[in-house]
């Protein structure tokens, strides 16, 4: 089968099986082609929990499908690659949580979307890049728990006047993109506006214009008269920045800007998984029902 003919099977198949396809902006650009809906991890977390579809195919990784399967309990949700995690949100477990809430009695956990259900389900809310300064400024404690990404919770602890303790976790493909790699590109095309994700380091986040989600930035290029933008995040985001944009250029710091675990799922994958309407992620009764609440918490915080 070539891609065409895949495409096709794929879209007619998801229509017989009633399936919402979903694509983060980082997934393979033949994936974001097909599917219904593209965007960051809150957009897609609220697709998920507005469909009226029997059945979720999640392109992207397993705690964005976990959080599907938490909105959505009464849906059939897929993940064509069982195998496609985050490196990060591996870096905070339940019984580790546990033990900081220990030594910090009584202050609320705020959990990063990139966590587990099972981390989710300990959190007394979730915030995503897209609103996490307002989840932690909505609260009306003086000090949070900030899981699991060091570099934003230093971002989120620079906007709110809060005492915030962090967890030593990273994203490994955001985290290593050095300052320097950002001042060459910018000396590279001066005229340019640089956009970085709050998963890059501090000292990335000082060289910058804007920190922004995933689809803050597609939002913020699609508002913007500029012409040229520096890009600080994984490469997928590219797809819909010019199919928006094209009369706009995008430039990106010389670095291997790639999330191989987002770039797992695949046409054939995607293809197989309705076929065989497997894997199929699911979460377990009780933690299900607390880490909805933390993500529900999350989503009525008000957006703007
Ligand atoms: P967004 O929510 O900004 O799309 O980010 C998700 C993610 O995994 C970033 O690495
Ligand atoms: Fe996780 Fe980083 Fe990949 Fe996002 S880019 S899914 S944080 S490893």
Redesign the pocket.
Known sequence: MNEKQMKEEIIKLAKERDALILA?N?QRDEIQDIADITGDSLALSIAASETDKKVIVFC??H??AESAAVLAPDKTVLLPVEGA?????DMVTPEALQVMRDKYPGVPVVAYV?TSAATKALSDISCTSANAVKVVASLPDKEVILVP?RNLGSYIASQVDKECHLWPGY????DQLLPEQIMQCKAEHPDAICLAHP?CSPQVLEEVDEILSTGGMLEFVRNSSHKKFIIA??RGILCQLRKENPDKEFFFPDYEFI????KLITLEALLICLQNMAPQITVPDEVSVAARRSLERMLAVPRD
């Open positions: 983060h980082y992207g990784v705690f964005m995690g985050c490196p990060m949100a990139n990404d994203c490994p493909v955001h998963e995040t994984e999330c191989k675990d987002m």
